[in-house]
């Protein structure tokens, strides 16, 4: 079940990083289908399916908000280190 969570949150860090919000709503429509079935093929009672299902789905949108975080961060870094790069480049003047 560990591993299913573990799983759940990488996949939300890559949907944050490269994706907008409707994915999330597609990723996690899908994750829950999928821990479902697999919780109904692995014989696991149902509390523990639904708790690996909830577990699945927090890592997932928890790991979202990190991916967004972490793309928004490196996209203002990289703005400002071209800004002052353009700082630098001196100006050609005619004469």
Known sequence: MIWVIAGSGLVGLLVGCRYAAPALLAASALAA???TALGLLAGWPLVRTV??????LIALQGCYLAGVG??????RKSRRANSRDKARVPVPRGG
């Open 33 to 35: 289908a999928a821990v």
């Open 51 to 56: 708790v690996a299902v909830a577990g699945s």
């Open 70 to 75: 972490l793309t928004y961060v490196l996209a």
